[in-house]
């Protein structure tokens, strides 16, 4: 059967995730029932990276097998019709060789995390954005996250629930920069890494915004990162200003 690769973007504020479920609506639900409208199915659809509730994707990427040899634009353009009215869209198709895997040949995956600096309440970027009514120390973050890049026992920034065998990380780069948004000023926190743990980078924003605001100095994220203590990190991120920005391969399947 053939196998596709489908880079796709997806508003995370309708869905309960990813990852399907019995009831809530979820992107991998939505993403399947697309693809039975065009063949019998049933389908299995794996992807990168499942992303929790109200998480968004610029980039996320997932693999499906056809039974029909498809040219890549037009099933595209066939599924982004029947993902109708879902905020999902598959930006991009191609054939996958059969040893391609969307998550275990995946070598790196971006993360991006807004937080808008304003006091007035968010009206286009509502749903988009971690909204804080102050403005951050955009260099004090940057000392604070510098302690955590390299490689690390996280787990102190990981989930209770976290399914991961080990909490051992390595975090390739963590950056905060200042962005001139066009509904104010955001801070942009970009992650990447080969893999993250659960709630990772929403426990790793969560405590940087503490660092921003004056309420932590960076040696105390230093300190944190140490204790191996879930208790000692600081409050866990919204879901909302998460972003899936990509997920990069050995050879890059949509080239």
Known sequence: MPRYALKIEYHGGPFAGWQRQAGPATVQGALEAALARLEPGPFAVAAAGRTDAGVHALGQVAQAEMARDWDPFRLSEALNHHLKPHPVAVVACARAAGDWHARFSAVERRYLFRI????????????????????????????????????????????????????????????????????????????????????????????????????????????????????????????????????????????
């Open 116 to 255: 808008l600096m304003r006091r007035a309440p968010a009206t286009h970027a509502a749903g988009l954005v971690w909204q804080v009514p102050r403005a951050l120390d955009a260099g004090a973050m940057r000392a604070a996250a510098a302690h955590l890049t390299g490689r690390h026992d996280f787990t102190t920034f990981r989930a209770a629930l976290c399914q991961a065998k080990s909490p051992v990380k390595t975090l390739d780069a963590l950056e905060v920069e200042e962005v001139a948004g066009l509904w104010g000023l955001e801070l942009w926190l970009r992650a990447r890494a080969r893999s993250f743990l659960h709630n990772q980078v929403r426990s790793i924003a969560g405590t940087l915004e503490r660092v921003g605001a004056g309420a932590w100095r960076p040696e105390d994220v230093r300190a944190a990162l140490a204790a191996r203590d879930r208790a000692r990190c600081g409050p866990v991120a919204p879901p909302q200003g998460l972003y899936l920005s990509e997920v990069r391969y050995p050879e890059d399947p949509f080239a």
